[in-house]
């Protein structure tokens, strides 16, 4: 198995580097969030029959940003609600079936869940933004050299209109909602609740899109080399790196660390070579709402069998 390789877990517990933010960091995301309100609250459901007690499934369509229509699944238990809701985000172009087996579960557990696909990774998510710039197989750097075009514009977006139309279900307690993801959904976790006030409570196994700077220059495997291709793609020219990463500052959790207020809950695998644990610490330091993170010494970006049972501890005192 993999041994650490980032910083020991004294420095980590420290660890806390300088954000970069830009002078108009906060401009833009209000600017962005006027433009989602803008995109009326547009929701189709169609029934799925799905071979389980207790629970009743859909495929659950919603307009976002941009006018696009996304895509995702819908649980909920058949019992007298209203019900807590949690919605769920899944990793990097890696959702099974769309995690419906997964999403079914989370409704078993008690919850309305809606797993949202992420446009142009999975289902019929659509990605409407039209980039100015090339790059290699992958969503990391589409539209990498503005933050205007960037892919996780909208995809951030898209979990905030998620939580939205989670919300107006009238099966689903707005009072009691949940984020909740790892990797790229433990990124999404923290952006729907950085941006939306509905969450009381997020949950996000170690999450990407982070401390960018660090991650380029050390993550051994997984999509963060996809900026690292682009680099070597345009053959290395400074002025390009130095306005890709201008760009990547404005989607960076570490520097959306601050707007979250809700309780939230994080893990980390001290092995994890997609994610580095530096990475996740620079996140969970800049927090300064109530937090509380799951190290783990011997396991990497997997699945976390305590850290598990941890989360659902915490989503049961706080939603139920």
């Given at each position: 198995m993999a041994q650490p390789y980032d910083l020991p877990l004294h420095e980590l517990e420290r660890y806390k580097p300088e954000l970069t933010k830009e002078q108009d960091f906060d401009k833009f995301w209000e600017k962005t969030l006027e433009e989602l309100n803008r995109v009326p609250l547009e929701v189709e459901m169609t029934p799925h029959d799905?071979?389980?007690?207790?629970?009743?499934?859909?495929?659950?369509?919603?307009?976002?940003?941009?006018?696009?229509?996304?895509?995702?699944?819908?649980?909920?238990?058949?019992?007298?609600?209203?019900?807590?809701?949690?919605?769920?985000?899944?990793?990097?172009?890696?959702?099974?079936?769309?995690?419906?087996?997964?999403t079914v579960n989370w409704a078993a557990h008690g919850y309305a869940a809606l797993q949202m696909f992420c446009r142009g990774q999975h289902g019929g998510s659509q990605d409407t933004t039209i980039y100015s710039n090339g790059g290699p197989a992958g969503w990391m750097t589409r539209g990498i050299l503005s933050p205007e075009e960037y892919y996780y514009r909208a995809v951030y977006m898209d979990t905030v209109r998620a939580v939205e139309v989670l919300a107006s279900l009238e099966q689903v307690d707005a009072s009691r909602i949940g984020v909740c993801g790892g990797s790229q959904g433990g990124a999404l976790t923290l952006a729907a609740a950085a941006f939306s006030p509905i969450p009381v409570v997020a949950t996000a196994d170690y999450p990407y899109l982070s401390n960018f700077n660090r991650a380029i220059d050390i993550t051994p495997e997984g999509p963060y080399g996809e900026l690292n291709e682009y680099f070597r793609k345009v053959g290395g020219d400074p002025e390009i790196e130095q306005q890709a990463k201008r760009t990547l500052s404005y989607f960076d959790i570490m520097n959306l660390a601050g707007r979250v207020s809700c309780r939230t809950w994080m893990s980390v695998g001290l092995v994890d070579v997609i994610t580095p644990p530096s990475t996740i610490f620079a996140v969970y330091n800049h927090l300064t709402c109530q937090k509380q993170i799951s190290v783990n010494r011997y396991f990497g970006h997997e699945f976390i069998p305590r850290a598990h049972e941890e989360r659902l501890r915490v989503l049961l005192e706080t939603i139920g």
């Open positions: 799905y071979p389980a007690k207790g629970v009743s499934v859909h495929r659950i369509a919603f307009r976002s940003y941009g006018g696009a229509r996304i895509e995702g699944w819908l649980a909920m238990p058949k019992g007298k609600g209203p019900h807590p809701g949690l919605a769920l985000f899944h990793g990097y172009n890696w959702a099974m079936d769309g995690n419906l087996h997964d």
